[in-house]
């Protein structure tokens, strides 16, 4: 009877690993990799936010993701605290309780005080950056993007040492999504430092979908803004998109090592509904050992 039960279970776990994990592309879980989550636009505090975060959880039991980075709008409807519990400390306990990280943007319907909110580890900055291994990542305030903030991320990029350099934040400069669009004043100004210094991904939020589009300029773009919120029908696919999704609540896994960026977007039912790899550029001197690549700090 044991046998049988024992059997049983097995048989159970494997079939609900599979129906999470099993569909697209595996993670490859490379030892020494930069491992992460991606959500944006999450903090509703309603059963689907409850329902992503789950997954979450479940899916770190076979890919051990460090830290969860945020696209904006992490808090909605208030800035007290029990908002902060029911939108964020409930939601992620089990996450939290293992020691994840989460490391926030700031999106145009969250309060600028949560930049003092602990577990956003923003230290107080609207704007920051913060080492992962060979990855470095730009935090940046989409919704204020003023001189002294462009200065500032310019120094960051130019003084960067990281073989790969991500950036997040809110508003999405390419974008298909019916309601919003791309940010084409702000991808004016941000564009031609992510394309001067080396940016490899972009991460943003504010459509209520998930997209990623057609490489821009040598540089990935994604949005993740359905963690929580979601609008249905919004995605108006156009020449570039690469692929988009707007029937369900997702969030993405991702794994940099080496020159390699695999990810993964999960939808609420446990549904692989995208995944791939990006290769990342290497300088002709780099990849023929003429020049030694500096590590990253």
Aim: glycine fraction near 8%; aromatic fraction near 14%; charged fraction near 20%.
């Amino acid at each position: 009877m044991k046998t049988a039960r024992r059997f049983f279970l097995w048989v159970f776990l494997a079939a609900t690993t599979l129906a999470l994990l099993g569909q697209g592309r595996p993670l490859p879980l490379q030892t020494d990799s930069v491992r992460f989550a991606v959500i944006g636009d999450s903090g509703t505090g309603k059963l689907p936010q409850y329902e992503i975060a789950e997954k979450m959880n479940f899916s770190r039991q076979t890919f051990p993701f460090d830290f969860v980075i945020m696209l904006g709008d992490n808090i909605y409807g208030g800035n007290n605290a029990s908002d902060y519990r029911k939108k964020f400390e409930l939601p992620y306990k089990l996450l939290l309780d293992a020691g994840v990280k989460f490391y926030a943007a700031i999106g145009n319907h969250d309060s600028p005080t949560q930049k003092s909110y602990k577990p956003f580890n923003m230290n107080g900055q609207a704007y920051y950056t913060y080492k992962k291994g060979n990855v470095e990542f730009f935090v940046l305030d989409s919704g204020y993007m003023n001189p002294l903030q462009l200065a500032w991320l310019e120094k960051e990029l130019q003084n960067s040492k990281a073989d790969w350099k991500v950036c997040y934040f809110h508003h999405a400069l390419y974008s298909s999504g019916a309601f919003h669009g791309s940010a084409v004043e702000l991808r004016l100004v941000l564009e031609p430092l992510f394309i001067k210094y080396g940016v490899d991904v972009v991460f943003a939020g504010h459509e209520h979908m998930y997209e990623r589009m057609k490489p821009q300029h040598g540089i990935d773009y994604f949005t993740e803004g359905a963690s929580g919120e979601l609008r249905q029908g919004n995605l108006r696919k156009s020449d570039l998109t690469a692929f988009g999704f707007d029937l369900d609540r997702t969030f993405m896994l991702v794994e940099i090592s080496g020159n390699e960026l695999s990810f993964q977007t999960i939808s609420r039912p446990g549904k692989t509904i995208d995944s791939g790899v990006i290769q990342r550029s290497v300088p002709e001197s780099v990849a023929r050992g003429l020049v030694k690549p500096v590590s990253s700090r």
